[in-house]
């Protein structure tokens, strides 16, 4: 897959939301570089660094812990060489932990799923924009049968996009609409199907079960194809996003999420918590409203953009 | 691997409590748990920095070592502190001298605008106002028509514009509801980043041509550290007069609602606490307060209780329970009533740590409900009242007679034994509730 243009790399647009934050992550810890030298208040401040990026307490605790660890086993004293050294701690992180997911393969069902309101419809038309463009026979579902006028949103992306979307009518049960929709994939052979589900919290046992219905439906009419479940998480969320990938995980068998709206302020760097705490890598990230605002997530750059290399 | 911040809190303050006197070093001990369960609630880290100095500053001193009860000192300062930064009352929806009252709902995208906006109409209308909701969301894909299904859903007219222009939108809408004659006219804006100048300065433009009497920021309760970000920008730009908070009714602890009005000083009005446009309600700070520090938000399940619950019924069940009465009859009357109020898990998110913790075998969802139903109709009234008689015979006897089995019936005893527990501990929590006392005796 190679979806990230180097003008328009996420990197560079991450960096650029990243500079536009008055606290932001870069401006701290070039502050804490010409400190020069490492100290308790320069761990103290890193900590500072770390948890304003929703990295959270544990994970913060955890890689501050290995930094000090190399601090005296290899005697750093230089502010630069320990940034390096805490980029390098995160960067195993996310390579004990990646995610397979190839939006240019074929013979796919993708089911979108994640609470209210995190960028799950349009985060199925970019999916599904990227596959046109690639020539890709793709069908959109719409599974959000709940949320008043979700069925005419995917619908109106749908005509934009030149992509038949399956639809029944509002109320109507989404794991029949699912069903529909992979017997209209194979009757008009599509080879990749975005089924888009209503947002629903993780709390809600009874929304849960639903998606687990759903979930059997596809998984009974895959029809050789794979089965991908992606969680959409806002990066604007805080350490909830460990419950909501816990959950999911549990649901629908997720093997990857999505961040979106890394446009914004927030750092995201609750990723980093995520693949350490609960082992859901990130696969794609959302950079802004438009359909062309999807990019593969690349770790390096992700890490990069975060500590300013 | 989660524990709640509430059961975080009680396990340090119960360690408090059990020294007589605190020295220094307890304070900073206690002061650290308090931090990291902060952090963990995504409290922003500045907010969090400030409040520990401020608690510490009071309790680390005089009235701390002098005092005869010094860790309830401390529990007293946290809240005090907490209920400070939250504020007391609860906060009232303004309105214009002259009618409509123009409300303005901003926030970033998916917080929730165009739900809150039907929830917010609900509300008022149920006061008797009338209401006017426009559409000026012009950019999400069927935003307007997802407000007017809303509108139609709960009887309320919905401006559309013809303009392509959110501001004009939005001074023909208020236009129209005074001629209408109506209160409250409503504006759903578009939801937009706090860094996007262009679209920041379309609603200082909607700002200075309908002159709102409330300026909301809609914020998702889930929303991390970057919550001070954006509610200091839009404050700076708007003014804003109060905050929604949208999807309490998750597991988030919440901490934004404390950084949201730590940075603007914005009362937070209302929440939403649920996917059905009624499960809206005015936000309660000083109870919001007293859930973090572990009392649960006992007050509010009460309220809703009121609200959904038919009132002779559950007296009945009450006065059962005072007297030890509490049967079956009443555990199904119960389930019934619960079942109307909404998700279980959501109830079982408001009572005080420890409470819920004891009660989370006693989740159920529909299709057990059928069941439960089941097995005790098919019990005799006679096992209903006295359930102690259910041996092994006429537990294999219900079973069939429901279609489930013995295991089931077994559970089914098992809960009730648990619910009559819980009935107890809610009575006698509603009683300290009432008389806003804490149940560490402050
Ligand atoms: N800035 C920004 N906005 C985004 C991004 N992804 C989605 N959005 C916006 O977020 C809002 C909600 O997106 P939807 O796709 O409707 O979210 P959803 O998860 O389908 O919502 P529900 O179906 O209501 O649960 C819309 O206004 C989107 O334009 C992103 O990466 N950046
Ligand atoms: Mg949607």
């Not at chain 2, 009859?329 to 109307?340: A, H, P």
Request: aromatic share 4%.
């Amino acid at each position: 897959m190679n979806i990230a243009s180097p003008s328009t790399g996420w990197f560079a647009r991450l960096r650029d939301g990243l500079r536009r934050t008055k606290e932001g992550i870069l401006r701290p810890f070039e502050e804490l570089l010409r400190r020069g030298k490492v100290d308790e208040e320069f761990f103290a401040e890193l900590e500072a660094v770390l948890l304003q990026a929703d990295v959270g307490p544990a994970t913060t605790e955890k890689l501050l812990g290995r930094l000090k660890e190399r601090v005296a086993r290899e005697r750093l004293v230089e502010a630069e060489v320990l940034k390096e050294a805490l980029a390098t701690e995160v960067l195993a992180l996310f390579s004990s932990c990646r995610a397979d997911l190839d939006l240019s393969a074929r013979g796919v069902v993708y089911l979108v799923v994640g609470v209210n309101g995190v960028g799950k419809t349009t985060t199925a038309a970019k999916m599904a924009a990227h596959m046109r463009k690639e020539g890709i026979g793709v069908l959109l579902v719409a599974a959000d049968t709940f949320r008043a006028a979700a069925i005419e949103q995917l619908e109106t992306w749908g005509a934009r996009l030149g992509v038949e979307v399956i639809r029944h009518g509002p109320g109507a049960d989404p794991a029949a609409v699912a069903f529909d929709g992979l017997a209209a994939a194979r009757a008009r052979g599509y080879e990749n199907v975005i089924v888009d589900t209503a947002g629903r919290l993780h709390t809600k046992a009874n929304l849960l079960e639903e998606l687990r219905k759903v979930r059997r439906v596809v998984e009974a009419g895959l029809d050789g194809r794979r089965l991908c479940s992606l969680l959409v998480l806002d990066a604007t969320t805080g350490q909830n996003a460990l419950h909501q990938a816990q959950v999911f995980r549990e649901v629908v068998g997720t093997g990857a999420a999505v961040l979106t709206k890394l446009d914004g302020t927030a750092k995201g760097g609750v990723a980093i918590a995520l693949v350490d705490r609960i082992g859901l890598p990130i696969a794609l990230v959302g950079v802004g409203e438009g359909i062309e605002d999807l990019r593969e997530f690349v770790p390096e750059e992700f890490v990069a953009a975060l500590f300013g290399a | 691997m989660f524990s709640s911040l509430s059961e975080r809190l009680q396990e340090i303050f119960r360690r408090l409590r059990g020294k007589g006197r605190l020295s220094e070093a307890d304070v900073d001990a206690a002061l650290r748990e308090v931090r990291l369960a902060f952090l963990e609630a995504d409290v922003n880290y500045l907010v969090v920095k400030d409040f520990i100095a401020r608690v510490r500053a009071r309790a680390v001193g005089k009235e701390i070592l002098e005092s005869l009860t010094p860790a309830q000192q401390v529990i007293k300062i946290v809240h005090e502190e907490l209920t400070t930064i939250m504020g007391r009352a609860e906060a009232k929806l303004d309105r214009a001298a002259v009618p409509p009252s123009t409300v303005m709902l901003v926030g970033l995208q998916g917080s929730g605008k165009t739900t809150t906006a039907g929830k917010l109409g609900l509300y008022l209308r149920k006061q008797g106002r009338g209401v006017l909701l426009v559409a000026a969301d012009l950019r999400r894909p069927a935003a307007v028509k997802q407000l007017q299904v809303l509108g139609e859903d709960i009887g309320l007219p919905v401006y559309v514009g013809t303009a392509r222009d959110p501001v004009a939108v939005c001074r023909e809408g208020v236009a129209e509801a005074g001629r209408r004659g109506l209160d409250y006219v409503l504006l759903d804006t578009a939801g937009r980043l706090h860094v996007d100048e262009e679209l920041m300065a379309e609603l200082e433009e909607i700002k200075a041509a309908v002159r709102p009497v409330e300026i909301l920021l809609v914020a998702d309760a889930m929303t991390g550290q970057d919550a001070v970000n954006v509610a200091k920008t839009f404050h700076e730009r708007l003014g804003l007069t109060g905050a929604i908070l949208t999807k309490l009714d998750s597991d988030t602890r919440g901490g934004a609602a404390l950084s949201i009005r730590a940075v603007t000083g914005a009362p937070i009005k209302f929440a939403g606490v649920g996917e059905k446009l009624e499960q809206f309600e005015v936000f309660h700070p000083e109870r919001i307060a007293a859930r973090i520090l572990g009392m649960g938000d006992v007050l509010s399940l009460i309220e809703q209780a009121q609200r959904t619950l038919d009132q002779k019924k559950a007296r009945t069940v009450l006065t059962h329970l005072r007297r030890d009465e509490y049967t079956l009859e009443d555990f199904l009357t119960q389930l019934q009533e619960m079942r109307k109020m909404g998700p279980f898990d959501q109830l079982l998110a408001m009572l005080p740590g420890g409470m819920a913790k004891g009660l989370k075998g006693l989740r159920f969802d529909e299709k057990e409900f059928v069941h439960l139903e089941a097995i005790i109709r098919s019990m005799t009234p006679d096992e209903r009242r006295r359930p102690q008689i259910i041996d092994g015979s006429r537990r294999r006897r219900i079973a069939r007679g429901s279609g489930t089995t013995v295991q089931q019936v077994n559970r089914l005893l098992q809960q009730f034994e648990e619910s009559k527990r819980l009935m107890r501990q809610l009575t006698e929590a509603s009683r300290f509730g009432r008389g806003g006392r804490f149940p560490f005796g402050l």
